[in-house]
């Protein structure tokens, strides 16, 4: 196959559309998985664990870690780590590395929401709680894998947010360290190249998951912010259909994931579309009052 042939599939590939041969099976594969004890994580855990992969689970919250790995059994391995403490995360991986006997795909999927405020009133250390484990917990992740991902000629799944791509007041902390994630992703999938392994970058617009809940449906800013955008955009996703994407993403290797596909467009056109969208809200009356009712809490 020649290389302008290569090219044009994997741009196929990455913009979702389906490609020709069969996927790679995925069983026995060793997976590791961040955030494995909730929302799009333990999803995930629960769908890899059906193909017949073996699990490396870490998540902060032990009992609930515990309690998935009791029910998938011993091809789940679970290790519990919190991914901003950069010694502890590499110490946990590095155990279930012995497990698994190394990595050929790692999902750094761990994240936080921060309490709605402007950047003026946001106490300093919910900014850097939110990037701390948001951005450096995805460094702090993939990079004691690469070397496993190299020999094996894996796959690093990196989860960001379209969140990364679309303006929005009262949590911007969260889409600022989204879109760090994407670079990293980005970065990181041109420095793998050369060794064979790759990198994808998945972006989600809503998924129905506790977290999305607490922030979108039990706070009113989130309510009103969410009801500002197009229709289409506002559809969620279970977690389980979210799993569902990346797993078929470990196992086609693309270099982005964007679900739903309503955000398609969007992810594709952002250069102009952010052009527009920025002036038509800085403009705006109502987002005006917005950030004012948010500025009011405090």
Same mark, same amino acid.
């Given at each position: 196959?020649?290389?302008?042939?290569?090219?044009?599939?994997?741009?196929?590939?990455?913009?979702?559309l389906?490609?020709?041969?069969?996927?790679?099976?995925?069983?026995?594969?060793?997976?590791?998985?961040?955030?494995?004890?909730?929302?799009?994580?333990?999803?995930?855990?629960?769908?890899?664990?059906?193909?017949?992969?073996?699990?490396?689970?870490?998540?902060?919250?032990?009992?609930?870690?515990a309690?998935?790995?009791?029910?998938l059994?011993?091809?789940?391995?679970?290790?519990?780590?919190?991914?901003?403490d950069r010694?502890?995360?590499?110490?946990?991986?590095?155990?279930?590395?012995?497990?698994?006997?190394g990595?050929?795909?790692?999902?750094?999927?761990?994240?936080?929401t921060?309490?709605?405020?402007?950047l003026?009133?946001?106490?300093?250390?919910?900014?850097?709680?939110v990037?701390?484990?948001?951005?450096?917990?995805?460094?702090?992740?993939v990079?004691?894998?690469?070397?496993?991902?190299?020999?094996?000629?894996?796959?690093?799944?990196?989860?960001?947010?379209?969140?990364?791509f679309?303006?929005?007041?009262?949590?911007?902390?969260?889409?600022?360290?989204?879109?760090?994630?994407?670079?990293?992703?980005?970065?990181?999938?041109?420095?793998?190249?050369?060794?064979?392994?790759?990198?994808?970058?998945?972006?989600?617009?809503?998924?129905?998951?506790?977290?999305?809940?607490?922030?979108?449906?039990?706070? %009113?800013?989130?309510?009103?912010?969410? &009801?500002? @955008?197009? =229709?289409? +955009?506002?559809?969620?996703?279970?977690?389980?259909? !979210? /799993?569902?994407?990346?797993?078929?993403?470990?196992?086609?290797r693309p270099?982005?994931?964007?679900? %739903?596909?309503?955000?398609?467009?969007? &992810?594709? @056109?952002? =250069?102009? +579309?952010?052009?527009?969208?920025?002036?038509?809200? !800085? /403009?705006?009356?109502?987002?005006?009052?917005?950030?004012?009712?948010l500025?009011?809490?405090?």
């Amino acid at each position: 196959m020649s290389r302008h042939l290569r090219t044009l599939l994997g741009v196929v590939r990455d913009l979702g559309l389906p490609l020709p041969g069969p996927s790679q099976d995925l069983r026995d594969k060793s997976v590791l998985i961040t955030g494995a004890a909730s929302g799009i994580g333990l999803a995930l855990a629960h769908t890899l664990h059906a193909r017949g992969a073996v699990l490396g689970l870490v998540d902060r919250d032990e009992t609930a870690l515990a309690a998935v790995a009791a029910e998938l059994g011993t091809r789940a391995h679970p290790a519990v780590a919190d991914v901003a403490d950069r010694s502890g995360i590499a110490d946990a991986i590095g155990g279930l590395a012995r497990h698994t006997g190394g990595w050929d795909a790692v999902v750094a999927n761990a994240g936080v929401t921060p309490s709605p405020g402007t950047l003026r009133q946001l106490p300093p250390h919910e900014f850097d709680r939110v990037v701390s484990v948001n951005l450096t917990g995805v460094f702090n992740t993939v990079r004691p894998t690469l070397d496993d991902v190299i020999a094996r000629r894996g796959y690093v799944l990196v989860v960001s947010s379209a969140a990364a791509f679309t303006p929005g007041p009262g949590g911007s902390p969260y889409m600022i360290s989204k879109a760090g994630v994407e670079q990293l992703g980005r970065a990181l999938r041109l420095e793998l190249a050369p060794h064979g392994a790759d990198v994808g970058v998945a972006y989600f617009g809503f998924v129905d998951t506790p977290l999305a809940r607490a922030t979108l449906d039990d706070d %009113p800013l989130g309510r009103a912010l969410e &009801a500002r @955008l197009p =229709g289409p +955009l506002r559809k969620r996703i279970t977690a389980e259909q !979210a /799993a569902e994407v990346l797993a078929r993403a470990i196992a086609h290797r693309p270099g982005r994931v964007v679900a %739903p596909a309503a955000w398609q467009p969007w &992810a594709l @056109l952002r =250069g102009v +579309l952010n052009v527009v969208a920025d002036r038509h809200l !800085a /403009a705006d009356p109502r987002c005006h009052a917005l950030i004012r009712d948010l500025e009011a809490r405090h």
